[in-house]
């Protein structure tokens, strides 16, 4: 699926099962509208803000039953919901992940700090576990043990993008990094405006990695009692979030001017490494 952005994984690949390729792909055009909303041009934050409830009053119309009300919103919108209300209606999807991705992005236009990881870990609850939830009911694996393994993963590899954009959320005016643990690393907020990279700033990046590492291990299971292609691409997908940490660690945990990202001999990598990794 072309985007506009710099996608570190996957998103609908040759490597998912043809019939799920356009379900995914109306779920990523959901999800990339509003965060575009959120994060993208030169808006003020009222007029992001009123954007979203259009977002919102769209789903609840898809949520309702109204679905021949959506070919008269805006066609921006139409494009949007009309086939995901398809794809929500074919394959059953529940409407709560939608709403909380929607309550995700609003946050990220009122919040731009977080005190402790606690508060961190409910801002990803809301902005990546979605994701993965919606895609293991159309995978029909949405079970306790799924989804918490999921969850692992999804969160993982928020914070991941949240270590390798340490850099790029400071121009935003935003910090994910949780200010108890700067505090207590000894990394102040005008050390990150200045991009400096000292023992403090590389040991609190160390600690972020480290817990990265940790959850997407617990995850990992899922990975291999999903079968098939849908398990390689998800093997593929965490094989990314840990190539991504080990460019952070090779660079020194410098982000600021070496931000990570994959190249083709990375991709070989994990190609290989996810078809190693044996399903269950």
Request: overall charge negative; charged content about 20%.
């Amino acid at each position: 699926m072309p985007v506009d952005h710099y996608e570190n994984f996957p998103v609908a690949s040759i490597v998912l099962p043809k019939h799920l390729r356009q379900p995914v792909e109306a779920i990523y055009r959901f999800a990339r509208a509003a965060d575009d909303i959120a994060d993208e041009g030169h808006e003020s934050a009222d007029e992001r803000l009123a954007t979203l409830r259009a977002f919102h009053n769209a789903l609840h119309l898809v949520a309702t039953g109204h679905l021949q009300a959506l070919a008269d919103l805006p066609a921006f919108l139409a494009k949007i919901f009309v086939p995901l209300a398809d794809t929500i209606s074919q394959h059953q999807l529940p409407l709560v992940p939608f709403f909380d991705l929607l309550s995700a992005f609003e946050q990220d236009i009122q919040t731009k700090r977080y005190e402790d990881f606690t508060a961190l870990q409910h801002y990803c609850a809301r902005s990546a576990n979605p994701v993965g939830r919606l895609m293991l009911y159309l995978y029909n694996q949405a079970d306790k043990a799924s989804m918490a393994q999921s969850d692992a993963i999804c969160t993982a590899l928020q914070l991941i993008n949240f270590a390798q954009d340490v850099a790029l959320d400071w121009q935003k005016g935003r910090i994910y990094l949780p200010n108890n643990e700067m505090q207590r690393f000894g990394v102040s907020p005008e050390s990150i405006g200045e991009d400096i990279c000292d023992t403090s700033f590389k040991n609190l990046m160390a600690f972020q990695t480290e817990r990265c590492r940790s959850l997407l291990k617990s995850g990992e299971p899922l990975g291999r009692t999903l079968s098939g292609r849908i398990g390689l691409e998800l093997r593929l997908i965490m094989h990314g979030g840990w190539r991504i940490l080990d460019l952070i660690e090779k660079n020194q945990y410098d982000v600021f001017r070496h931000r990570p990202t994959l190249a083709k001999s990375d991709w070989a990598i994990m190609l290989w490494r996810g078809l190693l990794s044996k399903p269950l």
